[in-house]
């Protein structure tokens, strides 16, 4: 039976951020707006400290890192320390360097609710900042303080997979049947079709639920990082290991390990990985003795089965391994009938967070984005709904308040006035057009679409907010 659709995602009241980098604080707070009715970014701890004695936030996002050179965390201890002992039902969630998994698990047995590494995935930095604070509520409503990893596992508001068509129905039938089991499963799907939010459903309906999940984007893993993320290293196994490090697969222990764009992992990385599954240990870099896992590897690529199957590409029995349950989203030209669903959702959405009237869709507009391809699938739908919501004037909305091809490639200040064949060189719309491509070509991932562009991602988040992206 399809499953009824998810009540609207709840929103916060307060999240703070904590770091020393403006890019950072800036990529963060745009980032947080969707889930938060005020963000308050900071440079210094001793002010949210400080804020704290009247003020209580429902997340904070706490950098590990403020001394010029630092890298052990020890600052971001301290000042974690200090705060829960201010508020113990604090949820604080650690900002770490990339590849900081030792620092970030440390951060969680001394009380930290979760970590994020930087570079980070805004979709991932939203579920993390949700269910963080989903869990201090639930802490204040019961009365009962656990600040485990563990507990964070619990699903986050309104990250249940929308949908009611038969193609829906069948991708919720695989998950209930695979779910309860230990096998793996491979979840294939193009870019923004809610391949993470199946792994997430995954994940929370196993017997693995109380336990953690982790997620590792392979696709944005060095080559030189790849052994130390996923294996982890001893202290003085190469020049910059200043401490031992517990990779992902050790870290993810008794729960479920997300291996995200596997099929972008170089080949000649894979027969690593694929040892590590079959025997069920991995041996940390430097390291004489192998450690024993127990976890449960969920993986996604939106690569297609085909390509998956040229053995120039990727090794057959990799495949085999990670495919016990193969799993295909749909992309939204498959299941338009859920097109209206889940604009109606995502509209609901926005028009809360922006404090819009109820906003009313015309039969002929309904249609018009009921027609239409969405090449970006769900994640264009919502980024499309929430543009429509800030430029809607008055209470029903035009097809022209949704950027459906030519429908909003000028800008407001300087109208189209191109003739056919001619080449438009209007600087700002040029801009605004190479931008989307970009992050059309990477599947809006900003770390790539900043590097292709020559981009800081802060630079990027900036261009975005000024051409609403």
Not at 102 to 119: C, H, L, N, W, Y
Not at 342 to 350: I, K, W
Not at 400 to 408: S, V, W, Y
């Amino acid at each position: 039976m399809p499953r009824a659709p998810s009540p609207t995602s709840p929103r916060f009241d307060l999240c703070v951020i904590i770091d020393d980098d403006a890019d950072i604080l800036l990529a963060a707070r745009l980032v947080m707006r969707q889930l938060f009715d005020e963000v308050v970014t900071l440079d210094s701890p001793a002010e949210a400290l400080e804020m704290m004695r009247t003020r209580t936030p429902d997340v904070i996002l706490l950098d590990a890192n403020f001394a010029r050179g630092a890298t052990d965390g020890s600052e971001g201890f301290a000042w974690l320390g200090r705060m829960l002992a201010l508020d113990p039902a604090a949820a604080i969630v650690l900002i770490t360097a990339h590849g900081g998994v030792q620092i970030a698990v440390e951060a969680m047995k001394r009380g930290a609710t979760d970590f994020v590494s930087k570079p980070w995935a805004n979709e991932r930095l939203l579920a993390t900042v949700r269910s963080a604070a989903a869990l201090r509520r639930s802490r204040l409503e019961t009365g009962v303080e656990k600040a485990k990893a563990r507990t964070i596992a619990a699903p986050a508001p309104g990250s249940e997979l929308l949908g009611v068509s038969p193609a829906m129905a069948r991708v919720h039938a695989l998950i209930d049947k695979a779910a309860p089991t230990d096998a793996n499963v491979l979840i294939l799907g193009e870019n923004g079709t809610g391949k993470e939010l199946v792994a997430r459903a995954l994940h929370r309906q196993s017997r693995r639920a109380d336990e953690i999940m982790l997620s590792v984007d392979l696709g944005a893993v060095t080559e030189s990082l790849f052994d130390s993320e996923l294996f982890g290293h001893v202290k003085g196994a190469f020049t910059d290991a200043r401490a031992d490090r517990v990779g992902r697969l050790q870290a993810a222990e008794g729960g479920t390990l997300f291996l995200d764009e596997v099929g972008n992992l170089p080949l000649h990385l894979q027969p690593k990985l694929l040892t590590a599954l079959e025997q069920r240990q991995v041996t940390p870099v430097g390291a004489n003795r192998p450690v024993p896992i127990d976890v449960r590897i969920i993986s996604a690529t939106n690569l297609a089965i085909d390509q998956l199957g040229d053995e120039s590409r990727f090794r057959q029995d990799l495949l085999f391994r990670l495919n016990t349950v193969e799993i295909e989203l749909p992309p939204l030209r498959e299941r338009r009938e859920d097109i209206p669903l889940l604009l109606d959702h995502f509209l609901e959405t926005y028009r809360r967070k922006y404090a819009k009237p109820a906003l009313a869709v015309p039969d002929a507009v309904l249609a018009a984005l009921t027609a239409y391809d969405w090449p970006g699938n769900v994640r264009a739908l919502r980024h499309a709904a929430e543009r429509a919501v800030i430029l809607a004037e008055g209470d029903t909305l035009a097809l022209a308040d949704f950027p459906l091809p030519r429908a909003n490639t000028a800008s407001a200040a300087a109208p189209a006035t191109v003739a056919p064949g001619e080449r438009d060189l209007n600087l700002e719309r040029a801009e605004r057009d190479l931008i989307e491509a970009a992050l059309k070509k990477h599947g809006y991932n900003i770390s790539y679409a900043a590097a292709d562009l020559g981009l800081t991602r802060g630079t990027l988040y900036r261009r975005m907010e000024k051409y609403a992206l």
